[in-house]
């Protein structure tokens, strides 16, 4: 069952989208991505307070995101990060749901560090294609990859999920916490909706190689996770790649996590399964009394 994180980041210290936009862009950056369970995370709280100030917009301090994914119709992104290339492309439109803000975003990733380039955009255009997408899309493509013409490209994956953003202290390390994650194929018809339960996803954006939060981790003898792209990963779940070795391992600790709410679920069902046998017995003792 879901934590009401809302009620446990009252603790923490709070600080404003200016004060933390004033920190560092974050734009360049190393990532680092952690995927732990409900229980997991809960228990690191307390150790994140003390080195982390956490986002707060209008007295919220868990906001609702949804992404669109898009790619060419034969998946070179994904294909990129399945064969390990080391320069690889990821492009989405990103709708902030609670500010009602969105942007158009391209992140290329360079060996270990990300550059991401980005622009706003009217809201009800989010989760599409235009001519001024096109554009920045363009431009950005030929500069990256010594002026080769862009390859065409279109929505293919949504996901959606609750985040956390946090801030280090010293300002030098940001943090994402997502949860409550789904995600749905776009180019399939009647596609269903992932629901990935269970699942909680951190990940440190820095110019550190050993952040607080990895130091945290490694206390608490929580790995980093290998090969974590969010939109991969959704391809995978989507059944449309035809491969996805690069992914395995992280897909395994997914279905672990995954697993424990499954057991969980049953293990509830089975208590209350043995409470109305309990009561039952009892009714029938009182009334044969």
Known sequence: MPVNYSTKLKS????????LN?????????????????????????????KFNVLEIDGKKVFNYDNV???????????????????RTKV???????????FFEYKQKNAWVTNKYRYEFPA???????????????WVWQSVYSWEKAPEISPAIRTTYKRITMVSKSGDERLTIDFDIKALDLRKKNAE??????????????????????????????????????????????GIAQKYDTFR??????????METVKST????????????????ITKEKVNA
């Open 92 to 102: 989405r439109t990103r709708y902030y749901v609670d500010s009602n803000i969105a």
């Open 124 to 138: 009800w255009e989010h989760g599409f294609m235009t001519r001024g997408k096109k554009r920045f899309f363009d």
């Open 22 to 50: 004033a920190t560092a862009s974050f734009l360049k950056r190393i990532d680092v991505k952690f995927l732990l369970n409900w229980k997991q995370f809960s228990s690191i709280l307390e150790e994140l307070k003390d």
């Open 266 to 281: 049953h293990r509830i069902t089975s208590l209350n399964n043995v409470t109305k046998n309990i009561t039952k017995d």
């Open 249 to 258: 391992e992280t897909m395994e600790k997914i279905k672990e996590i995954r």
């Open 69 to 87: 994914y898009m790619d060419t119709s034969d998946y070179l992104f994904y294909n990129q990060h399945q064969n390990k290339l080391e320069s």
């Open 193 to 238: 909706t992932i629901d990935l339960k269970n699942l909680v996803i951190i990940e440190s954006k820095s110019m550190k190689q050993e952040s607080d939060i990895s130091k945290i981790m490694n206390k608490n003898k929580i790995e980093k996770a290998n090969s974590c792209s969010k939109y991969s990963l959704w391809v995978v779940y989507s």
């Open 12 to 19: 923490f210290k709070a600080i404003s989208l200016k004060e």
